[in-house]
């Protein structure tokens, strides 16, 4: 009969089939022959000794147990070809999982983005990188799957609805995620992996009768008695339904500002902004591991932290292991910065967003805007950047010490930002009140990680795009918006997500409610 067990091991054991079930057949005392298999359920790091262990929860199989290797399938998707039609705007992680959803349930998605396909949208990507232009429409953050395609791919949430997880990772591994990320304590697939997952989440769609439509803006949202009725697209065609899932993500401003001149009720929203720091690897690693080298068994170490500073949370976001960091503009005129890993997580830098949380009472000065005034706080920061360093997308950047010390660095090593940096001292960036909680945080940080607080490591402003600055409010029940029946806010965008998990989690559930209500 197979046996569940929970084992500390080598990092080398963890990594070597062959000698995990050596060292099974010891724990358990029987012959290494008899054991069929053994299969990893959880997998994580335990880095708090010297002697670095790898937890594992795995199921051993034996010579007379039945084993087959799980091969997790797609739903029985119908074909929606004739169905009625739902309008999902955003083609995200909330907008793909709402399209596919519906589907399941017999309903058919026109599914309307923006941005470009995932292999368009290397071109603008490019452009960004290497020539600072801007495409608003197709960029880091706009274009087939959204924001997460291009910027890391982490599978991590906070989310306690482990079933729902459980069910958005294995439709992942359905679509050629590997499996690696049903058991890893912080999954994470890889933004060079990521792009032919969405688009064979794409075709499947397409395949069974919905419809994607690419470099199609919305313009207009079509309203009669405070009930959906449509969307106008750029060429001022007009798609018909009355069922609409916004999924636009946290930087689709103009949807922002399109719902605010309509009068459709929208709130502000705090958020979190700061910097995004990047040190040597290496130096995280010996940090993390306490060892000079960490070795071929051990994956570049993440870190985590999180302080108080002035009644204020400061922590670490989006934390890439191996990774570079990236220019995520959606407009001209502004920088911004995000990051992302490989899947193999080998580049010789690690970076994380180091934010600040914020309050509403901190967007005053821009109350004037009302429902919008966190956005333009927000924007007027990258706004800033983008003016001082330079007017181009490059960033202003600083030394670590030098930053907590108000000084401005001589000198700023190349870093994994490809459209490079500007010296700049970063306080000229940020609010007096955020600039001395990021100074005192950063000390205290050094404090808890013994080799953090050093001028190797190089800060770049801002990290602004860390969650929605508005809300789209909704009912708890239905998810209907609250005014406007037939609309379901839905995702980061709607202040409803917080990543690629969450955001999918939360488009199943809009189409899930939306098909109760048409078919009602």
């Not at 290494?32 to 000794?49: G, M, T, W, Y």
């Not at 797609?74 to 907008?95: F, Q």
């Not at 290397?122 to 608003?136: F, G, P, Q, S, T």
């Not at 204020?312 to 503009?329: D, E």
Request: with cysteine.
């Amino acid at each position: 009969m197979p046996k569940e067990l929970l084992l500390q091991v080598t990092p080398e054991i963890a990594a070597n089939e062959n000698l995990l079930k050596d060292y099974m057949s010891k724990q358990i005392k029987v012959a290494e022959n008899e054991i069929q298999h053994i299969s990893i359920l959880k997998r994580s790091i335990d880095a708090r000794q010297k002697a670095i262990k790898i937890n594992l929860k795995v199921v051993v199989f034996f010579q007379d147990d039945h084993f087959s290797e799980s091969l997790f399938q797609l739903p029985d998707y119908k074909n929606v070809s004739n169905a009625p039609e739902v309008i999902v705007v955003g083609a995200g992680p909330a907008g793909l999982f709402a399209a596919l959803q519906l589907i399941e349930l017999g309903i058919k998605p026109i599914v309307v983005e923006r941005g470009k396909n995932v292999r368009g949208r290397r071109r603008d990507l490019k452009a960004i990188n290497v020539d600072h232009i801007v495409n608003e429409d197709s960029n880091y953050c706009f274009g087939e799957g959204g924001a997460g395609t291009y910027s890391d791919g982490k599978l991590y949430t906070r989310s306690k609805k482990r079933g729902d997880v459980d069910r958005i990772l294995q439709l992942l591994v359905a679509f050629g995620a590997t499996p690696d990320i049903l058991v890893d304590a912080h999954p994470h697939i890889g933004t060079n992996k990521l792009p032919q997952i969405i688009q064979d989440i794409r075709d499947k769609i397409i395949e069974h009768g919905g419809q994607v439509l690419f470099e199609t803006r919305v313009n207009d949202i079509v309203v009669k008695n405070n009930e959906i009725q449509g969307v106008v697209i750029q060429n001022g065609d007009v798609i018909q339904a009355r069922k609409l899932i916004l999924a636009t993500g946290h930087s689709a401003r103009d949807i922002f500002e399109l719902l605010d001149r309509k009068k459709i009720l929208i709130e502000a929203k705090p958020f979190a902004l700061g910097v995004r720091a990047e040190h040597p690897q290496s130096l995280i690693d010996s940090i993390q591991y306490s060892c000079d080298f960490r070795g071929e068994f051990l994956p570049p170490a993440p870190y985590s932290i999180v302080k108080q500073v002035n009644g204020r949370g400061m922590y670490s976001f989006c934390m890439c292991p191996g990774g570079v960091i990236a220019p995520c503009a959606t407009s001209p005129g502004e920088v911004v910065t995000n990051g992302w890993s490989p899947s193999k997580r080998d580049q010789i830098t690690a970076n994380s967003g180091i934010v600040v949380e914020l309050k509403l009472e901190d967007f005053k000065p821009f109350a004037k805007f009302g429902a919008l005034a966190g956005m333009e706080f927000q924007k007027a920061i990258e706004q800033k950047a983008w003016q001082l360093a330079g007017q181009t997308q490059k960033v202003p950047a600083q030394r670590l010490v030098d930053f907590t010390q108000n000084k401005v660095s001589s000198s700023i090593p190349k870093t994994s930002y490809v459209p490079g940096t500007t010296s700049v001292e970063l306080g000229q960036v940020f609010p007096g009140f955020l600039t001395q909680i990021m100074r005192e945080g950063f000390v205290q940080f050094g404090k808890s990680m013994k080799g953090y607080y050093t001028n190797e490591a190089i800060l770049h402003a801002p990290e602004s795009r860390t969650s929605s600055p508005v809300r789209i409010p909704r009912d708890g029940e239905t998810l209907e918006h609250l005014q406007i029946k037939g609309l379901y806010p839905c995702g980061e965008g709607a202040g409803f997500a917080g990543g690629i998990i969450s955001a999918a989690i939360d488009g199943e559930k809009c189409a899930i409610k939306c098909v109760e209500s048409l078919l009602a």
